[in-house]
């Protein structure tokens, strides 16, 4: 009997994909060569065999969707064998490229099971203010990390010409479909998958934030994110890269003295704190399209960008708060048709503190 039920859906899970973070990313010169891309391919060649391998001494089906002369008969990779562009070779090894496992022991099912789920985490550690010298002079230091990676197919469905084996509708890795051109029975999972990502993220990979005991404040972040993602229909995998650093510094001065004119024509003194910000900010973006079939990578978009921010904030009364501030952006695209981009923004910002009084 066919598969009666029709399901479709979407599937993510937490994962750890720390072995190949850090893999060195070539440049247009070496068609951005990857040590991961390189692997996947060869772990193609792997899954391909172990799919195949499951068919083996198995038999055909009885059912309408088998041709009559094949139905339980033993299975031949003549009359269709498992194809090295199907979502059952490249998803599990697309997995075991991007998390740095083993090809030859990862499970072939692309629906990981909650055992197989894996934590991130995000961490703060301020034991540096306790050592004597960084207690004298620092009010604060503080450490920060966090790591988040998911793994997600972004859609699925059953085919509605899907046979298990013997029967077994437990069984959703091993089966048949039936090819539109031949009618033969082609070894395939159940479910129909066009899709799968792997989003990694250090956010922020290091990051450090010290306030002295004069007001005055720094911080320093580097920034890493990798989005990946593996199209099964047009056999392509869509790489996201982006570095990120950020310096910054502050700087408080204490009750600095503003003399403000009232309603009745008389003076008056304010006295608020004004607080002094610069960040200086380098971010790097990659876009890549490596297409599997001819082992050819493109850069479909990407740029570099240096930034630096300057503020100056005052509150001039309770219902008024001033802000000058500076913004440069310059912007070189990785693509060579793009032209730079130099942006400067300066201006006022006043914020007003509306309230009724009863």
């Known amino acids: 009997n066919q598969l009666q039920e029709n399901m479709t859906g979407s599937f993510n899970i937490t994962q750890i994909a720390l072995g190949t973070a850090f893999h060195k990313l070539g440049s247009a010169d070496d068609n951005f060569a990857s040590e991961t891309f390189n692997q996947f391919l060869a772990n193609r060649e792997i899954m391909t065999d172990r799919v195949q391998e499951q ?14 002369h094949l139905r339980g008969k033993q299975y031949n990779p003549e ?14 090894a697309f997995i075991a490229a991007y998390t740095g496992r083993d090809a030859n022991s990862i499970g072939l099912s692309p629906f ?14 301020d034991g540096l203010g306790k050592l004597p010298w960084i207690r004298d002079h620092f ?28 029967g077994d509708l437990s069984n959703k890795q091993i089966g048949f479909v039936r090819d539109v051109t031949t009618d033969n029975p082609i070894p395939s999972s159940a479910y129909d998958i066009s899709s799968v990502t792997l989003t990694e993220s250090f956010s922020p990979l290091i990051g450090l934030n010290l306030t002295m005991k004069n007001s005055l404040s720094a911080k320093f972040e580097y920034r890493k994110q990798r989005n990946v993602s593996l199209n099964v229909n047009s056999v392509q995998i869509t790489e996201g890269h982006t570095d990120e650093f950020v310096i910054g510094a502050g700087y408080t001065i204490k009750d600095l003295n503003f003399i403000t004119k009232t309603r009745n024509g ?17 971010r790097d973006v990659k876009t890549l399209l490596r297409k599997v079939e001819e082992g050819l990578t493109q850069a479909s978009s990407g740029n570099k960008v240096f930034g630096i921010k300057i503020s100056a904030d005052y509150v001039l009364s309770q219902k008024i708060n001033l802000q000058l501030f500076y913004d440069h952006q310059g912007t070189t695209p990785l693509i060579s048709s793009s032209y730079p981009i130099k942006a400067d923004n300066v201006g006022i910002n006043i914020k007003l503190m509306l309230t009724r009084d009863n």
């Open 112 to 125: 990981m099971n909650l055992l197989q789920s894996l934590p991130n985490w995000s961490v703060t550690f």
């Open 266 to 282: 008389g003076q008056k003194k304010v006295s608020n704190d004004l607080k002094l910000n610069v960040d200086v900010s380098y």
């Open 55 to 68: 068919y083996t001494r198995l038999t055909y089906p009885n059912s309408s969707i088998i041709p009559a």
């Open 79 to 92: 009359n269709g064998a498992v194809a090295s562009n199907t979502a059952d070779v490249l998803v599990p």
């Open 139 to 166: 009010k604060s230091v503080n450490l920060t990390h966090a790591y988040t990676c998911k793994y997600a197919i972004g859609s699925y469905s059953s085919y509605s010409t899907w046979m298990p084996i013997n």
